[in-house]
């Protein structure tokens, strides 16, 4: 009996996804779901590809947190449209951002003429794999302060990803960190996904990552 409760409420969540991508669809938005641990870049290297892209690329944003609307003001003085979801509750919240979640935060966004969509989802390794949102891409977020073996200790958000970005490598010359232990790491869940080097405060690796946005929305668009 619980097993097909839970099998229901992903069912539901899996055709209100299915509801948000098409519509995401329709209008030409590339959709990118954003996930990580608390902390571990998503917000800071969202606002340094803000700046790279404008003008260029138009970029809408729904934030995901429990609480506070912190990221999604930080994201509005780059002057796009962006709406914060707040999950909280009386029970503390959710550790993840659900597709009927989103579908209210898209009611509130002007999505008319946005090429790409960003979700930055709540900072959560494990409920984040499990809901699918409407996206066309998953992109799991890992920085090097929080050790090399999270790929292995949380396989799915990570076998889950189309690309990985490691943030904050500024921090490595402090730091006693073993960049090919976390790839060894990273291939024995997901052989194949791109893999990208980054860090929001010195600009490295934003290059290839910027080519990265650009080449999924070209081969998105292309699949449609
Ligand atoms: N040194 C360094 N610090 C960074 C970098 N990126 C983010 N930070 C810092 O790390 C902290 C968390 O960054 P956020 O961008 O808020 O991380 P987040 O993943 O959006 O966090 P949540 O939304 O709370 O899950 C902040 O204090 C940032 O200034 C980086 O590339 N280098
Ligand atoms: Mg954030």
Redesign the pocket.
Known sequence: MEVKVVRDIMKINDNVAGSNHEMLAEKGIVTLNLV????????????KTLEAVKGDIAIGVVEG?VNTSH?AEKIAAHNVPVVQVNTGGPAGGSCHLDAGMVKEGLSALELDGLDLLFI?N??NLICTASYKLGEDRVVT?V?VTEGEDKPVKYPLIFRNADAIVI?????LPHLDFDMDKLYGHIREVNPDAPVFE?????GEGMDDWIAYLRETLESVRAER
């Open positions: 990580s641990s608390p902390g571990a870049g998503k917000t800071s290297l969202l606002e947190d990221d930055e709540v900072g977020f920085s943030t904050k490598i500024d921090l980054c860090s929001a405060r010195s």
